[in-house]
């Protein structure tokens, strides 16, 4: 309750470009809210470091914090990064021996590194593990898995056989290929065929680290990796499609990342990516209509509920666009409250901020990735 708190005040200063206070900021520092990513930097006068918000190390005693706009500012004042948060580099950004590694396991159908491999390779093995289970919510090793599985998964639907599938796939018996596939999968290798699976990829933007999943239909999910109803979206999809979910890319999934590219580059305004929301039937004529907004345009609620032809809907409207799944794609961002102000936005209103000023063409020079323009007003 307390960080809800915290999170509302700070929005009603936003909105309202009210002060943003040091007990505010040292709050957000405590419990390390990522909401406040980009907002602010900490500096520690006794250490002579800086973090960021959701730094992880010990926290200092209030009085021995000093705060700053962006790195930048907290460098100039003499401090140096900490080696905890590496505020120097961009939230949630995957590290380049990562991606090797990433694009290493594409490469190799069946195959897997173990730790012998990884020091070979000279990365230590509890790193990968501690990455993997931060962004992933698993280990390195169960991620391979996943990823042999869903390989198998596929052949399977094709009508191949379960033991020649099997071994292709880096098992050495037929009984450990099934119980690794009904313990990760929830059902067995025989009953494939009336199953679906669901791919999900994690992708970098500009504005920090997104996930995505995709159907034979096309994408269902888009979001922020730090959106809070992330997991709860996970399993309304896997409910609603009887499907399991599990990390690798596929061919829609790759157009996204190249229409992404372009939309951040500021050269699409239009995509033409397959889509497939998952939700109720009003759910999804409301999103219908949110792609309706033009590019660089807004729209306030009550235009939205206009738009449906259903007046008294506004409320139920704002709820569905909070429901929307599909982010930048199904531009929920493009609604405002109807004074003009921003709104609520489940990857937060600096990134809601960011996109409308993108596409408006009004995207400062100095807006990097989290580094938004905010009015700090110091005691």
């Known amino acids: ?10 929005t009603t200063m936003y909105l309202r470009k009210v002060e943003l206070t040091e007990e505010i900021m040292y709050q957000a520092l405590v419990h390390k809210d990522s909401t406040f990513e980009g907002i602010f930097i900490a500096a520690v006068r006794t250490t002579g470091i800086f973090c960021r918000p959701t730094c992880t190390a010990k926290k200092p005693k209030k009085e021995n914090v000093e705060f700053f706009p962006n790195t930048h500012a907290a460098i100039v004042h003499g401090y140096r990064p900490c080696k905890i948060c590496n505020p120097l580099h961009d939230a949630g950004e995957t590290p380049a021996f990562i991606q090797k590694l990433l694009e290493r396991i594409d490469t ?3 195959v897997t590194i173990t730790d012998y491999n990884l020091r070979e390779m ?8 501690r990455w993997f289970q931060k962004q992933h919510g698993m280990t390195f090793h169960a991620y391979q898995r996943m990823l042999r599985i869903n390989s198998a998964f596929k052949q399977l639907q094709q009508a191949k056989k379960v033991g020649p599938v099997a071994f292709d796939s880096g098992y050495e018996s037929l009984s450990g290929f099934n119980d690794s596939f009904k313990n990760i999968l929830g059902f067995s290798p025989k ?8 791919n ?13 999943c995709s159907t034979e239909e096309g994408i269902c999910l888009l979001e922020f990796t730090d959106r809070k109803m992330l997991e709860t979206e996970f399993k309304d999809i896997s409910k609603r499609l009887n499907a399991s979910i599990l990390p690798v890319e596929s061919l829609v999934i790759t157009q996204l990342k190249s229409q992404l590219k ?13 889509l497939h929301p998952v939700g109720t039937d009003f759910q999804k004529s409301v999103w219908e209509e949110l792609q309706r907004i033009p590019y660089g345009s807004t729209r306030s609620y009550k235009q939205q509920a206009l738009a449906l032809n259903n007046l008294k809907a506004i ?18 961002h493009r609604v405002i409250g109807e004074d003009g102000h921003l709104t609520g936005y489940g990857g937060g209103l600096w990134r809601k901020k960011w996109l409308l000023n993108l596409e408006k063409g009004t995207l400062g020079e100095n807006e990097t990735k989290g580094q938004q323009k905010l009015l700090f007003s110091f005691k």
Request: proline content about 7%; charged content about 25%; some cysteine.
């Open 108 to 110: 190799n159908d069946g």
């Open 200 to 212: 999900y990829c994690r992708l970098e933007t500009p504005i920090g680290p997104m996930i995505t």
């Open 315 to 332: 409320r139920a409207v704002a709820q569905a666009n909070g429901m929307n799944k599909i982010s930048i794609l199904i531009p929920c």
């Open 191 to 198: 009953e494939s065929k009336n199953k679906r699976i669901v």
């Open 1 to 10: 309750m307390l960080i809800f708190r915290l999170l509302l005040t700070f």
């Open 122 to 129: 000279g990365v230590e093995p509890h790193t990968i593990r």
């Open 262 to 274: 372009e939309y951040f580059d500021g050269k699409r305004k239009l995509f033409s990516i397959p």
